[in-house]
T-cell receptor, first 112, second 115 residues
């Protein structure tokens, strides 16, 4: 069965600093990988996805993520965080044979 | 733009009541999903549907049922609400095909409180 681990429950980053949110997955074949963001009181919005090809994918709002098969990771990055990036971030893994499995989320706090 | 609409943002019900949560999508998507979101537990799949009148159990279907009579509408039913069903409920939809490789489009959620 597939699974997703987001090791950090909370992360605090200063505004303007760089950000990396970790995601590790478990799946036997090549997975489909996603990052979603949830602002307070809202549903989840897709930030980016990886299906195949270039392992560095660009998303919306200046985010990017890198697929590393050898480490079973799909970490999310942003070079300079803005206060509006404060939200909860979810990594998810899927395949052609199963529904998406979500991680438990990482809450990002942005300090002035 | 893609739109998934959940009929209620907040709902308060009493234990034992029958509760209906409604979700409508305007994108002609084949797949629809109901998730439950709880602090520290992330999103857990309750039920999903890949076609009209078709449904599949997710990871936590106990105490819930669903109905999909029309392509655009997917209802979650709590036959007899209990306090442990107090939660945020999220509806989502995706294009046709495998349910695990299409991006999901989410509604804004219904926060249900059962007293």
């Amino acid at each position: 069965a597939q699974s997703v681990t987001q090791p950090d429950i909370h992360i605090t980053v200063s505004e303007g600093a760089s950000l990396e949110l970790r995601c590790n997955y478990s799946y036997g074949a090549t997975p489909y990988l996603f990052w979603y963001v949830q602002s307070p009181g809202q549903g989840l919005q897709l930030l980016l996805k990886y299906f195949s090809g270039d392992t560095l994918v660009q998303g919306i709002k200046g985010f990017e993520a890198e697929f590393k098969r050898s480490q079973s990771s799909f970490n999310l990055r942003k070079p300079s965080v803005h206060w509006s990036d404060a939200a909860e971030y979810f990594c998810a893994v899927g395949s052609g044979y199963s529904t998406l499995t979500f991680g438990k989320g990482t809450m990002l706090l942005v300090s002035p | 733009d893609v739109k998934v609409t959940q009929s209620s943002r907040y709902l308060v019900k009493r234990t034992g009541e029958k509760v209906f949560l409604e979700c409508v999508q305007d994108m002609d998507h084949e797949n629809m999903f109901w998730y439950r979101q709880d602090p520290g537990l992330g999103l857990r799949l309750i039920y999903f549907s890949y076609d009209v009148k078709m449904k599949e159990k997710g990871d936590i279907p106990e105490g819930y049922s669903v109905s999909r009579e029309k392509k655009e509408r997917f209802s979650l039913i709590l036959e007899s609400a209990s306090t442990n069903q107090t939660s945020m409920y999220l509806c989502a939809s995706s294009l046709s095909g495998a349910t695990g490789n299409s991006p999901l489009h989410f509604g804004n959620g219904t926060r249900l409180t059962v007293t």
